[in-house]
């Protein structure tokens, strides 16, 4: 069955959920500061708005997909923003990345406004959006989780319901460490891979199905192995949901040392001016004077 949604953000994440629901049949409408992102869904059928007001207002269900808490407030409830167009009921979904605290302030003063809020963060990234096989994990009240699966069934194989307000997003920072980390620990172990000549692009194939099996051993080794730094993520990113994982851990008053190293070095590579790089480009920080130069 078709709907109705408009996305606010059409970035790598939101253009790739965009473009997904686009060819699931959906009706879309698109706003974004960026007038080419929204140019790119245009093309692919979708309708341009021309502020987040104008998108809300012709649609149930708002899909916001922007990179903070502050920026997602601003086109919430900003000049021009949802809530000036938004129909009473209107469910936004926020596939954002964002602090839980402020996922649950956000939801109350949605809640004072007549809408409902859902946090729905995600992991699989862009090329999982584009097939329909991201991992979401919601928060919010059970019967607007059930209402925004609707439109998410689309993007998703995997939706969890994992309690209220901001619960998404605390599990999206449980996710965020358990990826950071594994994300170190293939490089790392690729470079040991190559520095004592085994062929790298083999060992996904070999440990495939034991216990140091992954998603991520199984597509990032090969491009650690090959320095393919195409873009699907960005480092910097990684280092917002770091921090934010650190500031919960420090409201929880949880020891968390190996999260803490591999902060500091996704830390160190944005210094470096690699923050926009994706997260094969963690290889950079293997090299020694003997190693190829990046890229």
């Not at 307000?165 to 605390?170: L, R, Y």
């Not at 140091?212 to 597509?219: F, G, H, K, M, T």
Request: proline share 4%.
């Amino acid at each position: 069955m078709s709907e109705r949604v408009a996305l606010i953000g059409a970035g790598a994440m939101g253009g790739a959920i965009g473009t997904r629901l686009i060819e699931t049949g959906n009706t879309l409408t698109v706003f974004d500061l960026d007038k080419e992102k929204v140019a790119e869904l245009v093309a692919k059928g979708a309708s341009g708005a021309g502020s987040a007001a104008e998108a809300a207002s012709e649609s149930g269900y708002v899909i916001t997909s922007l990179n903070s808490p502050k920026i997602v407030e601003i086109a919430v409830f900003g000049p021009q923003g949802v809530a000036e167009g938004a129909k009473p009921g209107t469910l936004i979904i926020d596939m954002s990345s964002i602090d839980p605290d402020a996922t649950k302030a956000l939801a109350a003063k949605a809640a004072e406004q007549g809408m409902r809020w859902v946090d729905s963060p995600l992991s699989g990234g862009a090329p999982k959006a584009l097939i329909g096989e991201l991992t979401l994990m919601a928060g919010g009240a059970a019967d607007d989780v059930a209402d925004a699966h609707t439109i998410l069934k689309h993007v998703a194989s995997n939706y969890t319901h994992m309690g209220p307000s901001g619960a998404g997003q605390t599990t999206k920072l449980i996710n965020q460490v358990l990826c950071g980390l594994n994300f170190l620990a293939v490089a790392e172990a690729t470079q040991l891979a190559l520095d004592a000549g085994v062929d790298a692009q083999k060992v996904p194939q070999a440990l495939k199905g034991g216990r140091a099996d992954s998603a991520i051993l199984q597509e990032y080794m090969p491009r650690f192995a090959t320095k393919d730094y195409r873009r699907t993520g960005r480092i910097d990113n990684m280092v917002k949901d770091l921090n934010g994982a650190q500031d919960l851990a420090r409201r929880t008053h949880t020891a968390m040392p190996l999260t803490a190293l591999c902060a500091e070095i996704h830390r160190m590579l944005t210094a470096a001016g690699l923050g926009g790089e994706d997260q094969a480009a963690l290889m950079e920080f293997f090299k020694g004077p003997d190693k190829e130069t990046f890229r």
